[in-house]
């Protein structure tokens, strides 16, 4: 957009809320499920200004809009007062503290439609019939078993804070078959996924009906009511 000639009406809808860091605080309050999550990647969530820096809709809505047009897929470039800052994967890393190393051919090669062994140990329903929501009702049981309270609220953590993908909160297959092996799942470069989850949604699409400009394309979405962000744009916000 030129200069001064911003869309100002914009709604930016996000799907990822971050009282959910909240939430899997309170309910893993002085267990040892709490303590590992305190010393894993995830701890810098929990660091978080969150309570006094909640979804600011307009603020992300105007940097979307003052953005520059560079050739970088993975980066956002926008305009703040006279001068040009940057968000990529290093910004995002050091707002989070997530890992955002490269994933290995395990990770890349990953498939999304693995037995459901671990769903099965962890839920009593059919694959894709639970939220994000069910998760946190049954983290609040004080009665759930130790050994699903570690898992719960990683899935909660990911599926609802750094990597959503849809406003209907659906669990993602992979990632709770992921959960098979914590140690791996705590290791794992999260911090890239919410990365690459986010940013792309930020820039103009790279695949567009033919005859279609990115950049019109982008404009188009800015210039609507609503547009969607997903995965974590909080990063960019704080």
Known sequence: FAYGAYPTKLRVNIYSKSHVIGSVAAALKGTDAMDTLMAS????????PVVRCQNSTK???CLLS????TARRHEFWFTFGPDPLCFSLDEFRDVTGLNCGAFDVQDSEASESVP???WNKLFDTAVGKLTVLSVLHMLGNEYLAVEKRLPLALIAL?????CPSSKDLKLTPRYVEMLSDVESFLAYPWGRESCLTTVPRFLPPLVVAPGENPLHVMRDRLSQKTTVCYGFPLALQL
């Open 158 to 162: 990911v599926d609802r804070v750094l």
């Open 41 to 48: 990647q995830f701890r810098g969530l929990f660091q978080l």
């Open 59 to 61: 603020l992300i809505g």
């Open 116 to 118: 459901p062994t671990m």
């Open 66 to 69: 003052r953005q520059l047009v």
